[in-house]
């Protein structure tokens, strides 16, 4: 597939964090993930890095303020 403008070459590390019932706040979802983006960087381009989903975790598609 062609670049999106020649030259440009985009690539992508995510951290991905699970919310556990009960046990997560925002700022610990947000700090967990922030430091498995930074774990994903570190081991090079388009990776992601995910700890398992427990079995507690929220399901998909669900978001909880």
Request: positive net charge; hydrophobic residues 35%.
């Amino acid at each position: 597939e062609p670049p999106l403008q020649p030259g440009i070459h985009l690539t992508a590390s995510i951290g991905v964090a699970y919310c556990r019932q009960g046990s997560s706040t925002a700022d610990r979802l947000f700090s967990e993930a922030d430091r498995r983006l930074y774990a994903a960087k570190h081991q090079g381009r388009d990776r992601v890095i995910s700890d398992p989903a427990p079995a507690s975790a929220i399901m998909p598609g669900r978001v909880v303020t």
